[in-house]
């Protein structure tokens, strides 16, 4: 297995889905490739973390600011009227 075949893969890997054929793959291809190890370690944390984490309250000025440039922004691609139709 190639590191290209292993990312393509990855996601079925991580989440633990029953392939035991892939898997043993991957276990091989691990076995010898500390760039892939790293690369499904961080995604395994990142799940781990996003599993247990509790939702963080963004700071009022960040949220404020996060709002009107998301409604800049759709105002540029939909205009003005397309603003006053997604508020509704």
């Known amino acids: 297995m190639t590191c290209e075949e292993l990312l393509k893969a990855l996601n079925d890997y991580v989440d633990g889905a029953e392939l035991t054929e892939i898997c043993e793959e991957f276990s091989q291809?691990?076995?010898g490739c500390n760039p892939c190890q790293v690369v499904v370690d961080n995604i395994?944390?990142?799940i781990s973390l996003y599993r247990a984490g509790q939702p963080y309250a963004?700071?009022?000025s960040f949220e404020d600011r996060l709002q009107q440039t998301l409604k800049s922004r759709w105002e540029e691609k939909f205009g003005a009227s397309g603003a006053a139709t997604a508020n509704r």
């Open 29 to 31: 291809h691990l076995a």
């Open 58 to 60: 963004m700071p009022t």
């Open 44 to 46: 395994r944390q990142t």
